[in-house]
């Protein structure tokens, strides 16, 4: 399995096989915490080798620099199939957030495991506006 896309974005959609992604980000400016972000996507898209193919569990979390959720984790069920001529294969999934609160200013973590596994992460700021 390889991680293609792991993307916080404004916007995300799956539209028959086709990943939009809009607004890609890392960070997030506040006047004060605890800040709100109103509505933001985690885009996914993973490649599978014919070996791979089943039932699967994505979980999403995001975590403090402490490893504290910032929400409950998501767990989202996948079917990796393979096409007939194909030896390997995309799943795309978006996970739509809304109202994500942050507690403190600093550095968040946006982890990616399938099966229990970490596969990927990629880093998430809330810094202070000047």
Known sequence: MQVEI????????DYA????????????????????????????KLRFERVEE??????????????????PQMEIPIRVGMPPDAHTNAIQVVANIAGLKFD?????????A???RHEGGIPLFVRQMS
């Open 6 to 13: 792991l993307s916080l974005c404004d916007f995300a959609a």
């Open 17 to 44: 096989g086709k990943l939009t992604v809009v607004g890609a980000f890392d960070s997030i400016y506040a006047r004060q915490v605890p800040a709100v972000h109103a509505h933001c996507c985690i885009a996914v």
């Open 54 to 71: 089943g039932a699967k569990t994505l979980r999403l979390s995001i975590t403090d620099d402490d490893g504290h959720p910032v929400l």
């Open 104 to 112: 403190a200013f600093g550095e968040y973590s946006i982890d990616l």
């Open 114 to 116: 399938i099966d229990g």
